[in-house]
């Protein structure tokens, strides 16, 4: 069975990799890569979906810098995803 929410995780944890090796030494930077990535890259109902899924206890296969940007920026993504909807 096809989980589309394993797809989001693994596709986040990519983005989460690239831009955590692009500022090894500055995690707050690669949180503000991740999410501007996110706000900018994928569509509203993807943002909410890890959300919820998030919000749920689930995504547990989410690197930890990917987990902490999408909750300590999470004003930025929920605010692009209304603007779209």
Known sequence: MHDPTAQLVKMANQIGSFF????????????LAIVGHLKSF???S???QLMGELDAG?????????ALAVRSHR????AAAQAHS
């Open 46 to 48: 993807m943002r909410r």
């Open 58 to 66: 689930g995504a547990g296969d989410l690197m930890p810098i990917v």
């Open 75 to 78: 004003d930025k993504l929920v």
């Open 20 to 31: 955590e090796a692009q500022t090894p030494n500055d995690p707050a930077t690669a949180r």
């Open 42 to 44: 994928w569509a509203p």
